[in-house]
């Protein structure tokens, strides 16, 4: 599921694709992906709108037209963007819409499971729309720890329910979850309050870290995602948790383990994220600087 690095990676190379750009013809074959409304009647909203900006907000991608209306993609399990040349779009069953530009070029959306979905809003009922679901996003200098544990505070939830919560911070999902915690050397089952605030520095620095990691290696291709240039990224290759159950952790040799949290696999170093807090363990065994941005 593309989490904030594979979605800010799609945006990234889109961005001087679209922006400047009309929407020529507009082709929408799945009802599912714009429903309730009739997929003919969104086409045709957005046949002829020029596109201003196109901005990332949590796992969300935002197109801004020029009229004030946004088209907001969230491409949920499967979702992915494939931008192409004129004519050169391959035939793929998957396929679930295709924009043409101005430049003769197509941006074409594919969808295996087909959870994805395209609002059409007006200029009014974005930002609204996103207050309400949307909590801190993590790359901002505003996301802090201070915070970060007004939001966790009296929390009985496990750190890692907490942090998947999108009303938390934005953008974080299983994968980055738990790279970020095996980087704070923090338990995912800790409940969420009960974090100290050196602790709670490192889980937000974590984030941050491992969120950049992504961005940086363009996101993670497990198994759907790929980039609008139909390129792979390499995130998957640094995990240092996810999926590694037996592998040794990166930071102490012991083997990394796999437990169900939240309902989802959830992997974590059982020597370095002790869920009792020890004395003295948090600056100790903090990774050095050199160290830290080694691993990035
Ligand atoms: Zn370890």
């Given amino acids: 599921m593309p989490e904030l690095p594979e979605v800010e990676t799609i945006r990234q190379k889109l961005e001087p694709r679209l922006v400047g750009r009309r929407l020529e013809s507009v082709e929408i074959h799945d009802p599912r992906l714009v429903r309730p409304f009739e997929p003919v009647a969104v086409a045709a909203e957005l046949e002829g709108e020029r596109v201003v900006a196109l901005e990332r907000r949590g796992k969300y991608l935002i197109v801004r037209f020029e009229s004030g209306k946004a088209l907001l993609i969230h491409l949920r399990m499967t979702g992915s963007l494939r931008h192409a040349p004129n004519g050169t779009l391959a035939d793929d069953p998957h396929r679930r819409a295709v924009v043409k530009l101005d430049d003769g070029s197509d941006v074409a959306y594919r969808d295996v499971r087909r959870f994805g979905t395209w609002q059409l809003l007006e200029a009014a009922e974005l930002e609204p729309y996103l207050e309400e679901r949307l909590g801190f ?39 980055y979850v738990d790279e970020a915690l095996w980087r704070a050397q923090v338990h995912p089952l800790r409940p969420a309050g009960t974090l100290q605030a050196d602790e709670l520095a490192r889980v937000t620095r974590s984030i941050k870290d491992a969120l950049r990691a992504g961005v940086k290696r363009q996101g993670a291709s497990l198994r759907d995602y790929s980039t609008p240039d139909g390129g792979r990224g390499r995130m998957q290759d640094r995990f240092r948790v996810y999926g590694r159950e037996g592998h040794p952790c990166a930071r102490c040799g012991t083997p990394i383990d796999k437990i169900r949290t939240a309902g989802r696999g959830t992997w974590y170093c059982p020597s370095c994220q002790r869920l009792e807090r020890q004395a003295a363990s948090s600056s100790s065994s903090r990774p050095s600087r050199s160290r830290r941005h080694s691993s990035v």
């Fill in 137 to 175: 996003e993590p790359l901002e200098r505003t996301f802090t720890a201070r915070r970060l544990a007004q939001r966790l505070e009296g929390r009985r939830a496990p750190i890692k329910a907490a942090l998947l919560d999108q009303r938390t911070v934005a953008g974080l999902g299983n994968i």
